[in-house]
């Protein structure tokens, strides 16, 4: 059994399961675990794990259209370190702020690969789940695509030249702005919202199936972080990297168009218009032909 089927077991014995957190009494909770395998590239630093690892939570608290408030983070390694540690929380710290947020803490455990499990709470009386989209609503994104993508392939490109300012510039690119404050714009308006974390056709196949409904989307709409460009081969590699390769934490939300613009009004964050909701029978489509389901999975 994979991820996403180890997922789709889960939703069907736990109700508050199948969003990106779960909404509790006007309180939203999620928690991730990340692992240096698969989710730390080499010469990822300390500081950029705490951030991303602590904004991987608070991207979901900002899919529910929740306030945050606070994040925690289980901290494992196989050797204590004091510059890393201190570095980690920095990073978790500098990310929790960013957002109005509080690090409040953790915990500390020894494990044979550095591992962190974080939790973020955040407060909505109004949270917006994922079935709600409706035929005519329009699709749209904050931000651009394929932050993550160019950076693992700088982090890349560092290792095999030993160069120090790429690695830098892969770092900065590992670090993003959970988007909070566009998720409280986005809350009153849209109908259906979640995070990409597993990649924009992930998401849109995701949203999908949870609101029975399916997605027109137009190539040419979709915003591909300039970074994307010093790595991708051409524009068809370029798409590629900002539809499937996932981990840019952008929030996918469809939105009636006669709110587009007080979306737009409310936060200094791009929102683009990428495409519609149309019928679940037309299913996903890119330009008129079928949108594959690829995207990140845990683990590979």
Known sequence: MDERAALALLEGELAAAGDDAAAIDGLVVTTDMLHERTDFPDGTTRYTAGWRAV???????????????????????????????????????????????????????????????????????DPVERSGA????????TGSFGRSAAGLELFRRADREADPALRDRANELFRFEPRVRAGRALAPHATAMMDSSDGLARSLHQLA????????????????ADAVREVAEDEAAALEYATTFGEDFELV??????????????????????????DAEDGVTLDGDPLADRGYTHGE
Request: aromatic residues 4%.
């Open 55 to 125: 904004g991987a939570s608070l991207s979901d608290v900002a899919a529910m259209g929740a306030d945050a408030t606070a994040a925690v983070a289980a901290y494992a390694v196989p050797e204590f370190d004091r510059s890393d540690l201190l570095a980690f929380v920095r990073g978790a710290r500098d990310v929790c702020e960013r957002v109005d947020a509080e690090y409040v803490g953790g915990d500390l455990d020894e494990h044979a690969e550095f591992t962190v499990a974080t939790t973020a709470v955040g407060r909505t009386d």
């Open 134 to 141: 409706e035929p005519g609503d329009l699709v749209c994104v």
């Open 209 to 224: 199936a949870a609101s029975d409904c399916g997605f027109a989307i137009e190539s040419d709409a979709v915003p591909i």
């Open 253 to 278: 939300a469809t939105v009636p168009e006669d709110a587009l613009a007080a979306v737009r009004s409310e936060t200094d964050v791009a929102i683009s218009t990428i495409g519609s909701v149309v």
